[in-house]
């Protein structure tokens, strides 16, 4: 039976001691992963919202295991060629940790997996330099949906906002956002207050690993893309 390379000593040069053993823990605990699960999947996201990601980790955490933070730490962990990889195929998943992307190790079936992250999408307000999606313009006259004690905050936005007889009141028309543009503090401050959410958070598979079978989900990923990275 081949030797497990799973406890391989690693090198993480150039880092803090403290720093230096919280990512061989990482490495350790993915490896240990790695032989435990039957399968394991890289998943890009958008616009990540840690309070809702760790809502689906605790309702998956019986059967799964996710992995966020570096990439190079990751692929380090899973090997980044033949020669290092800790199972066979596992190297062609490590290959594609670039960017927002992530880690999960489960021992559900390949359609329960496909099926929560198709259906898994969460709406949320926009942050600072987001892209708007849509443009927001409101008009000349009153701002029903304000108290008059939001005039001065609302002034301090840069709106162009008066008190007439205790109603908060624009005096020209005010463009928030622009479709398209990234958001300033003030247009996500605005767009919050008026309840409009325009960031959507998306898990998205873009590879799966097991045993007997390696995959690519995302459209324009080739397997000479595995192999050239």
Same mark, same amino acid.
């Given at each position: 039976?081949p030797?497990s390379?799973r406890? +391989?000593?690693?090198?993480l040069?150039?880092t803090k001691?403290?720093? =230096?053993e919280h /990512?061989?823990?990482i490495v350790?605990?993915i490896?240990?992963?790695a032989?435990?699960?039957?399968?394991?999947?890289?998943?890009?996201?958008?616009n990540? =919202?840690?309070l809702?990601?760790k809502?689906l +980790?605790?309702?998956?955490?019986?059967?799964s +295991?996710?992995?966020l *933070?570096?990439?190079?730490?990751m692929q380090i962990a899973? *090997?980044? %060629?033949v #020669?290092?990889?800790?199972r066979? *195929?596992?190297? /062609?998943i490590? /290959?594609l940790? +670039?960017?927002?992307?992530?880690?999960?190790?489960?021992n559900?079936p390949?359609?329960?997996?496909?099926?929560l992250?198709?259906?898994?999408?969460?709406?949320d307000? #926009?942050?600072?330099?987001?892209?708007?999606?849509?443009k927001?313009?409101l008009?000349? $006259?009153?701002?029903?949906?304000?108290?008059?004690?939001?005039e001065?905050?609302? =002034?301090?936005q840069g709106?162009?906002?008066?008190?007439? /007889?205790?109603v908060?009141?624009?005096v020209?028309?005010?463009?928030?956002?622009?479709g398209?543009q990234p958001?300033?503090?003030?247009?996500?401050?605005?767009?919050?207050?008026? $309840?409009i959410k325009?960031?959507?958070f998306?898990l998205?598979?873009?590879?799966?690993?097991?045993?007997e079978?390696?995959?690519?989900? =995302?459209? $324009?990923?080739e397997? %000479?893309?595995?192999?050239? %990275?």
């Amino acid at each position: 039976m081949p030797k497990s390379k799973r406890n +391989r000593p690693v090198t993480l040069s150039k880092t803090k001691k403290k720093g =230096r053993e919280h /990512k061989e823990s990482i490495v350790n605990s993915i490896r240990e992963s790695a032989e435990k699960f039957n399968s394991a999947y890289v998943f890009g996201f958008e616009n990540m =919202r840690n309070l809702k990601f760790k809502e689906l +980790r605790e309702q998956l955490k019986s059967s799964s +295991r996710f992995f966020l *933070g570096s990439n190079k730490v990751m692929q380090i962990a899973l *090997g980044r %060629s033949v #020669a290092d990889e800790i199972r066979p *195929g596992l190297y /062609k998943i490590s /290959k594609l940790l +670039r960017g927002d992307s992530g880690l999960l190790f489960t021992n559900l079936p390949k359609e329960e997996v496909e099926r929560l992250f198709n259906q898994y999408e969460e709406y949320d307000f #926009a942050r600072t330099g987001s892209l708007a999606t849509e443009k927001v313009e409101l008009q000349e $006259g009153p701002l029903d949906q304000f108290t008059h004690e939001m005039e001065p905050f609302l =002034r301090k936005q840069g709106m162009p906002v008066r008190l007439n /007889k205790g109603v908060v009141e624009l005096v020209s028309d005010y463009v928030v956002c622009e479709g398209g543009q990234p958001l300033s503090p003030e247009a996500a401050r605005i767009l919050r207050l008026l $309840g409009i959410k325009m960031a959507t958070f998306k898990l998205q598979l873009i590879s799966r690993w097991s045993p007997e079978q390696f995959e690519l989900y =995302r459209e $324009g990923l080739e397997d %000479s893309d595995v192999e050239s %990275s």
